[in-house]
């Protein structure tokens, strides 16, 4: 089920790469969502009727935080960031869990999350600086779309926290088929009112794969694997279902380079610097 569950979450990244070929980065976000959004319903639906109004409110900005924005920054940013990249960057996500843990909900940062967090930060200055050149002529240009991904790590990082903190009476399943039913209304809203989607589906060569990409990516990548990874905290351990963090991006970089991608050097010593930090940076004291 690990390997299931890194492999899905590994192959988003082109995923969303596919997608952008015919669509914009905002088709693509809001198209997700939708189509997460949708499957979920049945889920979904029944349970919403439990809830108090307070909850429906969390909710909305879990949906808002955990999915809907994430959807978007990782869309923009692929647009001039290659998937494998991304991939190694939304590695990350933990080291913004224990940062805004202990900023908003009074978690401890230990040395040991300290230590981790500057290796990895070194990792993401090599990965968002390194191109084409000889010498430092190589790390001389700063990718500022990374910085996208970074923030979308960081919406996760919140809403990891959100979830540990003000959801305790909730399970996992419910939380996500609510909290992107909730986000469902404005992506439909976005995607049918903003947007050229209905038209290039009708109108322009390749959509409709595009889009059976996005539908793939809504589903499976979210939906599917978002239960996968509950069930697999619940018959496992959290230690062991986080490791999928480490895999990810492995995965990520395999379908980058069967795409065509080509990581330099550079790009390999950045995703270990990641890789490690991460795994240091998550263990406790």
């Given at each position: 089920?690990l390997i299931?569950?890194?492999i899905i979450?590994?192959?988003?990244?082109?995923l969303i790469?596919?997608?952008?070929?015919?669509?914009?980065?905002g088709?693509?976000?809001?198209y997700r969502?939708v189509?997460?959004a949708l499957?979920?319903?049945p889920?979904?639906i029944?349970r919403?009727k439990?809830?108090?109004?307070?909850q429906?409110?969390?909710?909305i900005?879990?949906g808002l935080v955990?999915?809907?924005?994430?959807?978007?920054l990782?869309a923009?940013a692929?647009?001039?960031l290659?998937?494998?990249?991304?991939?190694v960057?939304n590695?990350?996500t933990?080291?913004f869990?224990?940062?805004?843990?202990a900023?908003?909900?009074?978690?401890?940062?230990t040395g040991?999350?300290?230590l981790?967090l500057f290796?990895?930060?070194?990792g993401?200055?090599?990965?968002?600086?390194?191109?084409?050149?000889n010498?430092?002529d190589?790390?001389?240009t700063i990718n500022?779309y990374a910085?996208?991904?970074?923030l979308a790590t960081?919406c996760?990082g919140?809403?990891?926290?959100?979830?540990?903190y003000?959801?305790v009476?909730l399970k996992p399943v419910?939380?996500?088929a609510?909290?992107l039913?909730?986000v469902?209304p404005?992506?439909l809203?976005?995607?049918t009112g903003?947007?050229?989607?209905?038209?290039k589906?009708?109108?322009?060569d390749?959509a409709?794969?595009?889009?059976?990409?996005?539908?793939?990516?809504?589903?499976v990548?979210?939906?599917?694997?978002l239960?996968i990874?509950?069930?697999?905290v619940?018959?496992a351990?959290?230690v062991?279902?986080?490791?999928?963090?480490?895999?990810?991006?492995?995965?990520?970089?395999?379908?980058?380079?069967?795409?065509?991608?080509?990581?330099l050097?550079g790009h390999?010593?950045g995703i270990?610097?990641?890789v490690i930090g991460v795994?240091i940076?998550?263990?406790k004291?």
């Amino acid at each position: 089920m690990l390997i299931l569950l890194a492999i899905i979450w590994g192959s988003s990244f082109i995923l969303i790469k596919k997608g952008l070929l015919v669509f914009s980065p905002g088709e693509v976000g809001a198209y997700r969502i939708v189509s997460a959004a949708l499957v979920l319903l049945p889920l979904s639906i029944p349970r919403i009727k439990r809830l108090n109004k307070k909850q429906v409110g969390n909710l909305i900005i879990a949906g808002l935080v955990g999915s809907f924005i994430p959807s978007f920054l990782f869309a923009i940013a692929q647009t001039r960031l290659s998937s494998s990249i991304t991939g190694v960057l939304n590695a990350l996500t933990p080291l913004f869990v224990v940062v805004v843990g202990a900023l908003f909900f009074g978690a401890r940062i230990t040395g040991i999350n300290a230590l981790g967090l500057f290796i990895a930060f070194i990792g993401v200055i090599i990965l968002i600086t390194v191109k084409e050149g000889n010498g430092w002529d190589a790390f001389s240009t700063i990718n500022s779309y990374a910085f996208f991904v970074l923030l979308a790590t960081l919406c996760y990082g919140i809403n990891l926290n959100i979830i540990k903190y003000w959801f305790v009476a909730l399970k996992p399943v419910e939380i996500t088929a609510i909290s992107l039913m909730m986000v469902l209304p404005v992506a439909l809203l976005y995607l049918t009112g903003w947007t050229n989607f209905s038209f290039k589906l009708l109108h322009v060569d390749g959509a409709w794969l595009a889009a059976g990409y996005i539908t793939l990516l809504g589903v499976v990548g979210t939906a599917i694997a978002l239960i996968i990874f509950n069930f697999l905290v619940k018959i496992a351990t959290p230690v062991f279902a986080s490791s999928v963090t480490y895999l990810i991006p492995i995965v990520a970089i395999a379908w980058g380079v069967v795409d065509g991608e080509v990581l330099l050097v550079g790009h390999y010593l950045g995703i270990l610097a990641v890789v490690i930090g991460v795994w240091i940076g998550n263990r406790k004291a």
